[in-house]
């Protein structure tokens, strides 16, 4: 049977390339939206669910007969951070609705343990706690209750995204990040290639180009 992705932040600048390449690989698409006019592409395969990420009806239907739940969401402009509230919303429903495989994202400056950051790498995460003291906590807090789940998650954390044609390359580490920025055509595909890959399970890989 075909998979169906569910996908939360399908209308960003990563989440956009997301459902596209999702559907040219034969996925069923499942899209939350607060504004479904926003909708990039016209397909069969695609459904769009209006509602907030901060709502658990909306949540729930949007992972109704999903088997994956990729988040892209970003920080709403003027609000208070949000990731950490709506990582435990879709983990409720998650189990409500039998789904075991999470992907999210993350900026590359979040420090968890065991990473082994070069200096550079560290004085650049410490400035951007120092500027973004909230919400680093409140990623922190979210990897904290995926950590205490029992399902399958991975965050993939991330340099400087850039909306440039895909390259070939993409570097993969646990401990450092390995570049600068990556495209969000390149985001998208190492995120849909996480869906049946297990080797980030329970885990939090730096990507780049």
């Not at 007969?65 to 990731?83: A, H, L």
């Not at 709506?86 to 400056?109: C, D, F, H, P």
């Not at 706690?129 to 995926?146: G, Q, S």
């Amino acid at each position: 049977m075909t998979k169906c992705v569910a996908i939360i932040g399908g209308n960003g600048k990563v989440g956009k390339y997301l459902v596209e390449q999702a559907i040219e690989k034969g996925y069923r698409v499942r899209i939350l939206s607060r504004n479904p006019k926003q909708k990039h592409v016209n397909d069969e395969s695609v459904t769009v669910i209006k509602g907030d990420a901060r709502n658990y009806e909306a949540i729930a239907q949007l992972l109704r007969g999903s088997d994956v739940v990729i988040n892209t969401i970003g920080q709403p402009k003027g609000e208070r951070s949000i990731f950490a509230e709506v990582t435990s919303q879709i983990l409720i429903a998650m189990k409500q609705e039998n789904v075991n495989r999470y992907i999210t994202v993350a900026g590359g400056s979040l420090t968890l343990e065991g990473d082994k950051k070069t200096l550079i790498n560290r004085i650049g995460a410490t400035l951007f706690k120092l500027l973004f003291a909230k919400m680093i906590k409140d990623k922190e807090k979210e990897v904290e209750l995926l950590k205490e789940s029992d399902i399958d998650w991975t965050v993939v954390r991330l340099p400087f995204i850039v909306d440039q044609q895909e390259v070939k390359v993409i570097k993969e580490d646990l401990f450092n990040m390995p570049g600068t920025k990556m495209t969000s055509r390149n985001v998208a595909t190492f995120l849909l290639r996480q869906i049946d890959n297990k080797t980030y399970i329970r885990k939090h890989p730096f990507v780049s180009n």
